[in-house]
């Protein structure tokens, strides 16, 4: 890690994550504090879910390094990158605050965005398209707290991997995808969202909401999710020519930092 911060940092047009869950223990915090400190961009969207207030709820679990991830927006936002925030379900008290307006920070409900090469994409967190959470928001937090005890399973599990020299492995997200109900529930999701933006003339769409990184088509329209930073540590990124790309962050800085030890190692043997 010391030798990528000694690299340039990565400059995007704009970045878009979301699923943060600051408060929450399976939040990865160190890991998006070093993405958020390797990259620059001119818009920053946070697609919802960044802090969860469900989690805080039941008892505070508010690290350095959740306070660390704020500071570091917020920092951003004072150096001129424009911060949108979309809340999501889990934050959805700053919905009372739609419209607030802080230096560079905005809350909007969601909001449109136009990428480099002219494309129109509706950008929001997703939720209101969630049956369950529509219908049953009790019944939404009996979910929550059983994807909860997963994600703890799930870091006694990477401690393990680490220990043998493995990279970071997601529990919760291989059986998610590859239980029926969950493949069946995230493509009508998917569906869902598309269509909206298809019913207003859009090229496509950002969101969050169901923990599930894609870029691909749906019936016409670009279908972005970005992530989170809770299973696969990702983002959407827009490059300055409007191309979109999904970061795996985890595997991206490992792939890095392989190559910089090589390139380490050729020095030293050129010498």
Request: proline share 2%.
């Amino acid at each position: 890690m010391n030798r990528l911060r000694s690299m340039k940092p990565l400059r995007y047009r704009t970045v878009f994550i979301s699923d943060v869950h600051l408060g929450f223990k399976g939040c990865q915090a160190e890991l998006l504090l070093d993405f958020l400190r390797s990259v620059e961009c001119e818009k920053l969207y946070l697609v919802g879910d960044i802090i969860d207030c469900w989690s805080l709820r039941n008892g505070l679990y508010w690290p350095q390094a959740h306070n660390n991830v704020i500071r570091t927006i917020l920092g951003k936002a004072k150096h001129d990158t424009e911060v949108i925030y979309v809340p999501g379900n889990h934050d959805e008290l700053f919905r009372d605050h739609i419209g607030l307006v802080f230096g560079n920070l905005t809350i909007r409900q969601r909001d449109l965005h136009t990428t480099a090469d002219g494309r129109r994409l509706l950008v929001l967190h997703g939720d209101e398209f969630d049956s369950v959470v529509k219908v049953s928001p009790l019944l939404a937090r009996i979910g929550a707290r059983a994807y909860g005890f997963l994600l703890r399973a799930n870091r006694y599990v990477n401690a393990i991997r680490r220990g043998l020299g493995y990279g970071y492995w997601s529990l919760a997200a291989f059986l998610k995808h590859r239980v029926k109900n969950a493949v069946q529930y995230i493509g009508n999701f998917e569906q869902a969202v598309a269509h909206a933006a298809r019913r207003e003339g859009l090229d496509g769409l950002v969101c969050g909401h169901i923990h599930r990184p894609e870029v691909r088509e749906v019936n016409g329209v670009l279908y972005c999710n970005d992530g989170d930073w809770v299973e696969s540590c990702s983002a959407l990124v827009e490059h300055f020519d409007g191309r979109l790309e999904l970061l795996h962050w985890a595997e991206y800085r490992a792939a890095m930092e392989d190559n910089a030890s090589e390139a380490a190692a050729a020095l030293d043997n050129a010498a």
